[in-house]
């Protein structure tokens, strides 16, 4: 029998030879062109023909005699009888026939979004500035965290995540946010698309009506598309989420998803009316309201508006916070808060859904909190995003005169400049975009029959020395015919 | 007005007497204690009843102004007119009367579950040994990148990953699994659970049937119910997955999810002829194989059998590879293989389903590997493991005899040892438990009308001082009357 062909080039680079014949034998069997019953030379005569040494063909031998490809009996070595595919190798035409798909609800999750390359880019928005964070407290936080680590940080995460770190949320938002939380309502999460995922499949079902704010976070939109929800899109006008009674009636919802501390990416606030109008309809619906609060920490000026989840002692609303802008995005710890009602069952359920882990970066985290190094980062990065608010506020008067529209701002680490109609801001983005900046069209947050025509513009990781460069170039993308 | 409820006791601890006047005030306004419309006192003359600084008092009205909660005039300031609740601060048993709940389909994810402490106890299956973990090489890699990190590894991860960590596992699976796989086949994900709850979304849709191991992994069940799928169990023989006719007939899958080189629990190897058997109909009903392959690292003796996913080149297989049994589970790091035909689309659908990130952590893997020290620690850990499995077998054969029944171990971290029928594992494993045990009831893993009798027993963590203890109170719980 001729098995020249087992050694012959190309040879893959960096396989050793053994491995080679073993794949070339492999495939020819399973491909039918060596058929069932098929007897093999002797490993010693194999080897002597080409040229190897007796071993190497012995490896592969055995290997598919362990595989059961081949068989041994008194006389040898032969292919092994097996199911072999009637066509042989398959070819293009017959994969192409039959195309192997990603299932229909996926197609949520593949609707176009920028290259997050973006996110390095001036005006990029949601990207706190990296230079300014903490490396040497956090890098000594995880230091201890290691040095201290047992199995309870290297195994998988305690129902609800590491106790300490849910006590030093429930202590932060107690004392900083005035929400009167006890540890034990805390579920740590890998940032807040894992909480609204979460969310989604712990408190809706499949077919339920699913709330998101018109414009709005696009991946909660993602995340309950997956889920199975029916997504409706409610408007949002300047005093936050804005359901008509036609909402209420004819799509009753059963997950209400809202940013009403600074709304995203418009930043208006959700008024108190309107917030207690919506506890009220809410519970009568029996509504569960997802309350993300993602960028309360960074106020400008004057208190925080109340957060719904402590406005009524049994408001049916899920608090869900991050240390994405806070922190680093790549850290993904983040956290939900929740009623006691349904507190320890929702831990145990997220534990069962995510099998958590990351207990070393949760238990630095805990420190970090403890030593209070965390608010004290806070504070600081307070009073350096309102610099660059007002760096970038001052430069877009100067660029686009005084006139120009600006929202938001109360909090967060963007603004929103609306433009005027004869301007299309997903022309602009994309302008923007090939000199260099990731300025997001507010147009791309919104749902037809919405419309919104201005720009979002991140000034978080926003260098002072960049700004003038920045907004010329800004400045030329917006003159430019559209 | 008498305001002295304002600052009566029990005051809470450590909260400043500002934000207790705070809370108080509010909650009286909202639950329509003090009616809209009332005036409030002067901000001097109530500090003044209270004996408080008065800017303790403003601090607290002007929150609430800032809320809406108080409106300021010529007059004063007084309580604005707000949609209150009708029925004051709502009771305990108003809130009973409306049980707050968890969706339908979460009840998949509260079935019962050891407590996750049972981890650090001796026989806990899926452990492994955290003493043996290389920290130093590990440590001196997270060093590394943290000196190096910029944006990309403190933002949200690439699509599909860190694109260095992509290629050492396609480079560690091609020269040590024998898979012939590219970089671009790899997505990143934060372990199993999250690759099977992305392959449960991403592959099929709501309603659609997947096929779970009868006895099996249980949180893949979870994740499948989570994401709307029907889950239909498939028996287990000695040969791996059987599925009967009526299986393909009646219950045609969309996902057929498998760990067939070491079947979770009962550790065995799906034979060749079934693994082709099992694609060619796979491929006839259009249905998407996911190919767990948790512990193939971890081979006693012998070639691997070969993987499902390299056995035919268009095959309908995703691959699943973890981190947590070679490394540590905490880390959260894992991948999926993706065929060709949807690779692309798979990892941008990943990217906006979960958001992920730790991009230090998967720059510091992707150096692990390049040095060499992952395929090393794998070489130190087989023999370790080896050795632990031979001191399990042979204790077992000392305490229960030389015919006491075994299988599994040729990978892995755990033997299954089958009871006699008069011995029913789940109270033998209640038993173990009070004793300080981790074993698992076999039949935990198994739904009925499958019934199984034995125990999981693992031994990645056993110490060498702590079998003897061990394996004395294996003894008693076995010996116990049930």
Not at 209 to 215: A, C, I, L, R, S
Request: hydrophobic share 45%; with cysteine; charged share 20%.
């Amino acid at each position: 029998m001729e098995l020249d062909w087992l050694l012959a080039p190309p040879l893959p680079d960096a396989m050793p030879r053994q491995r080679v014949i073993y794949h070339r034998l492999r495939d020819a069997i399973l491909s039918g062109r060596l058929a069932p019953g098929t007897r093999l030379p002797a490993s010693r005569s194999l080897a002597a023909s080409l040229k190897i040494a007796r071993n190497t063909v012995l490896f592969a031998y055995e290997q598919l005699l362990a595989e059961g490809c081949l068989q041994a009996d008194r006389q040898g070595t032969r292919v092994a009888p097996l199911p072999v595919r009637p066509s042989a190798t398959p070819t293009r035409r017959a994969v192409a026939a039959r195309p192997q798909q990603l299932s229909g609800r996926a197609a949520a999750a593949l609707q176009p979004e920028p290259l997050r390359e973006a996110s390095a880019l001036p005006f990029a928005p949601g990207v706190p500035d990296y230079g300014a964070f903490p490396f040497r407290n956090w890098r000594a936080c995880l230091e201890r965290a290691w040095r201290e680590a047992g199995w309870r940080q290297l195994g998988y995460a305690a129902h609800g995540g590491d106790p300490e770190l849910r006590a030093a949320v429930a202590g932060h938002l107690t004392t900083v946010r005035g929400l009167p939380v006890d540890a034990c309502q805390v579920v740590i999460t890998s940032g807040t698309q894992a909480a609204v995922d979460l969310c989604a499949r712990l408190l809706a079902d499949h077919g339920d009506t699913v709330w998101t704010e018109n414009p709005g976070y696009l991946a909660a939109r993602v995340a309950c598309a997956l889920a199975g929800l029916r997504v409706h899109d409610v408007a949002v006008d300047g005093e936050g989420l804005s359901p008509s009674d036609d909402d209420w009636r004819r799509h009753p919802p059963r997950l209400i998803m809202i940013t009403p501390s600074h709304q995203y990416p418009t930043g208006c606030v959700m008024s108190l009316p309107r917030r207690l109008a919506l506890l009220e309809r809410a519970r009568a619906c029996h509504a569960w309201i997802v309350e993300d609060d993602y960028d309360s920490e960074f106020r400008r000026a004057g208190p925080a508006p109340p957060a719904l989840f402590g406005l009524q002692p049994d408001a049916p609303v899920v608090y869900v916070g991050t240390f994405s802008k806070t922190l680093y995005p790549g850290l993904r710890l983040g956290y939900l808060v929740l009623p006691h009602a349904i507190a320890s069952d929702f831990a145990r359920a997220a534990t069962q859904a995510t099998r958590a882990g990351q207990g070393i970066e949760q238990r630095a985290l805990a420190d970090f909190m403890q030593r209070g190094y965390y608010t004290a980062h806070l504070r600081r990065m307070r009073t350096h995003y309102a610099a660059r608010q007002l760096a970038l506020r001052t430069a877009l008067a100067e660029a686009f005169g005084p006139h120009t529209v600006l929202s938001g701002g109360e909090a967060g680490l963007h603004l929103v400049m609306w433009l005027p109609s004869h301007l299309h801001d997903a022309g602009v983005a994309a302008r923007a975009a090939t000199l260099g900046l990731g300025v997001r069209a507010l147009g791309s947050y919104a749902r037809a029959p919405l419309t919104c025509n201005g720009l979002v513009l991140g000034y978080g990781n926003m260098q002072e020395g960049m700004m003038a460069e920045s907004m010329r170039r800004l400045v030329e993308a917006v003159r430019a015919p559209d």
